[in-house]
């Protein structure tokens, strides 16, 4: 029987017994009148010893006990218990279980997310690595292709400098003056193969391109120089000529009349001709027979505007004496490329010192006049029926330009140039 059983029984008898718990009960009723004498009483045998106290008969409830605070709970085994104890275990291992299993989840994900980081770093440090090596290939591909093209346009420029010294040998530009004033250029060629003289008399109102003074007489040429005559004459006849001599315009009518070159080189004025070229010169000249000089007019036509007279050249003509005497093919597309010069920058005759660069250089200068406006920041370079190695010849002759093709139809010119802020005269031009 469990303590909450004794425990009701011990009240049940409590309240069946009611003098149980009456002490005045006991203390009425002597020990005589129960017939027991308390001091001759003689002690049954077997009893407790004289002097020990006398057992009092437990009657009514028992005192309350209070529980041992270091006694565990013991769990009475039942089907209750048994019952509950198997739910709470089986929620225990099944909350372990899913812990453990959630545990497992975070280490694979974390594992997972671990390696896709690392894979993505290699990735991205892959993806840069390619990436800078390409683009280190690539500049020293476009390096390389930037200095072959140059190597290229300087070995075609050294080569044209080359051909026109050579060419420019034979030609000597003679210049009649008077009072300071040109009144005639005679291109000369002394051919030394065929051991004779060639040479075309321009007079001085001859209208052609003068760089820095655009379609102008020739002879406002000589005003700024004879550096400018020759460009002029270069330009106008596709022939180089490098080298001059200034006499007087006697000597000069002289010459075209008597045909008579031997003495020429006795009466020079001034000349930019080097002694050895001119004792060598004087010699040549000197051997070559009357019958094989050959002194012309230019082919022109006299125009007069009021009291003035003007000349122009014409053009057929002059082409069978270029192509007889020089081999130049003036209306030929293998020849040298017309370039017009505008001045973009403002700066005065700056137009007619890139003219003169383009002129020695082998282009031929149709014109070169202002721009629309002086507000050009950057030299342009407008290609329009030129090959673009010609263009990149006048940058690298300039030394700036931006290189742009236009595709519109014209028959003037084949590359329009327009000089800009950011162009330098070369020194002493």
């Given at each position: ?30 020990p005589e ?32 006990t ?88 300087r ?7 080359r ?58 040429s ?7 005559s ?17 006499v ?45 000089v ?132 070369p020194?002493?031009?």
């Amino acid at each position: 029987m469990s303590a909450w059983g004794r425990r009701s029984d011990r009240r049940r008898g409590a309240a069946q017994d009611p003098a149980a718990d009456d002490p005045s009960r006991d203390a009425a009723v002597p020990p005589e009148e129960d017939g027991v004498s308390a001091v001759g009483a003689e002690p049954e045998t077997g009893s407790a010893p004289a002097d020990a106290e006398p057992v009092r008969p437990v009657r009514g409830a028992l005192p309350r006990t209070q529980p041992d605070p270091d006694a565990k709970a013991s769990i009475v085994p039942g089907y209750r218990t048994s019952k509950r104890t198997s739910r709470v275990g089986k929620q225990r291992r099944r909350s372990e279980k899913v812990a453990k299993v959630r545990q497992g989840l975070d280490d694979r994900v974390s594992k997972i997310g671990s390696k896709a980081g690392r894979a993505a770093a290699w990735f991205s440090f892959g993806v840069v690595a390619l990436v800078g090596a390409a683009l280190v290939l690539w500049g020293v591909a476009v390096g390389i292709n930037a200095a072959v093209r140059w190597n290229e346009r300087r070995i075609a420029a050294g080569e044209t400098a080359r051909l026109r010294a050579l060419n420019a040998r034979e030609n000597l530009l003679v210049i009649g003056v008077l009072n300071g004033r040109a009144v005639g250029f005679l291109a000369l060629k002394a051919e030394r193969s065929g051991k004779r003289v060639l040479g075309i008399a321009i007079p001085d109102g001859a209208y052609v391109e003068v760089p820095g003074q655009g379609f102008e007489r020739i002879g406002t040429s000589f005003e700024a120089g004879p550096e400018i005559s020759k460009d002029a004459v270069s330009n106008y006849l596709g022939v180089p000529f490098e080298r001059y001599v200034e006499v007087s315009s006697d000597t000069y009518q002289t010459l075209m009349k008597t045909q008579a070159v031997a003495t020429l080189l006795d009466k020079i004025v001034k000349t930019d001709l080097k002694p050895a070229e001119t004792s060598e010169l004087k010699s040549f000249l000197a051997t070559v027979k009357a019958k094989d000089v050959w002194l012309v007019p230019l082919p022109v036509r006299q125009v007069a505007v009021g009291d003035q007279r003007f000349f122009e050249p014409q053009r057929d003509q002059v082409a069978d004496l270029l192509l007889s005497w020089w081999g130049v093919k003036a209306d030929s597309t293998a020849q040298a490329s017309r370039v017009i010069v505008f001045n973009g920058s403002g700066t005065p005759g700056i137009a007619g010192k890139a003219a003169q660069q383009l002129i020695r250089l082998g282009f031929r200068v149709v014109d070169s006049k202002n721009a629309d406006n002086f507000d050009y920041k950057r030299t342009q370079i407008l290609l329009y029926h030129g090959s673009k190695a010609d263009a990149a010849r006048i940058h690298d002759v300039l030394g700036v330009g931006d290189i742009r093709e236009v595709d519109a139809p014209q028959g003037i010119t084949d590359i329009i140039v327009v000089i800009g802020h950011d162009y330098v005269p070369p020194a002493g031009s």
